[in-house]
């Protein structure tokens, strides 16, 4: 069992909002998922500028300055940070794969969580109360976000196995359920040169998702090719820099219901988490039938 929200602001002004409404939310799932947490948020703008890279280390005393002092100087690429404990956003015009081959010689070697002009992710092993916490959710800024409360029933827990899980650039998908074919599926992508970096099932389903979005399909046509490929139940819940997307399996055993109002996109895996949201007395509530694809563009 797991929790997944995820909330898009369709008006500008709501978007200075988006962590107070959305961490609620997420608290209100702690139960569902109390081992991990995480969540990516998308900034709201032009997408202009360099890209973005979330990083993380476990040490929560990790030196970032001096990351950022060895980064300049090894690299020759100009770049600023910004820092909450474990956690950093470092900003550069370098190209992501001559930032991961410098990661790999850096030593500790901070782990990438997301790349992408608009996305940021923190996450990490505990309790989410204490994750929303020290990562300040409430006052967080933004157009739209995905967040998940995680109980392990696969895989180890440890951040790296904490959704959501990013592929390519702006690109996220947090997930409830279990997937009975993760390793099949995981073969068939390295075959293609595809990497990665855990044994989760959801990372194969973000991997596959994102690979058939960058062989030139639709977000819907790789989500159709995905309920071909993916043996298992679950709801997933996935960002792009200017849409939010949900989809449930053919038995749609896994729990999702929507609030839309003028307003916002509100998603959760129950409906008392989105209770507190303004005017949701008159939202349109539903709940995804299986393998249909809702979809929400800024």
């Known amino acids: 069992m797991c929790g997944i929200v995820g909330l898009l602001m369709k008006r500008g002004e709501d978007r200075r909002n988006l962590g107070r ?15 991990s947490a995480g969540l990516a948020i998308f900034r709201d703008g032009d997408g ?14 990790f030196d970032w300055q001096k990351l950022l002092a060895a980064f300049r100087q090894q690299t020759g690429a100009s770049a600023e940070i910004e820092a909450v404990e474990n956690h950093a956003v470092l900003t550069s015009a370098i190209d992501p794969a001559a930032l991961r081959q410098w990661l790999a010689e850096c030593d500790p070697s901070p782990q990438l969580l997301s790349v992408g002009k608009y996305i940021n992710v923190f996450k990490d092993q505990g309790h989410p109360d204490e994750i929303a916490e020290r990562f300040d959710f409430p006052h967080l800024t ?27 650039e702006d690109f996220c998908l947090v997930h409830n359920g279990s997937l009975s074919n993760p390793h099949m599926l995981r073969r068939k992508l390295e075959r293609q040169g595809l ?45 792009t820099g200017d849409q939010l997307t949900i989809v449930r399996d053919a038995f749609a055993c896994k729990p999702a219901v929507v609030a839309e109002t003028d307003r916002y996109v509100a998603i959760s895996s129950e409906f008392r988490s989105l209770a507190h949201l303004p005017e949701v007395e008159h939202a349109h509530i539903f709940e995804p039938l299986p393998e249909e694809i809702h979809s929400w563009k800024l």
């Open 142 to 168: 933004g157009s739209h976000a995905v967040g998940h409360t995680r109980m392990a029933t696969e895989s180890a827990v440890s951040p790296g196995h904490a959704h959501p899980f990013t592929a390519g």
């Open 48 to 61: 202009g500028g360099p890209r973005r890279f979330s990083l993380f280390i476990p040490d929560r005393s």
């Open 195 to 239: 990497q990665f970096e855990t044994d989760n099932d959801t990372e194969a389903a973000c991997r596959f998702i994102e690979w058939r979005m960058r062989q030139g399909a639709t977000l819907d046509h790789a989500l159709h090719s995905a309920f071909h490929e993916l043996d298992g139940f679950y709801t997933l819940l996935i960002a």
């Open 21 to 35: 409404f959305l961490t609620p939310m997420f608290q209100c799932m702690a139960e569902r998922g109390p081992d």
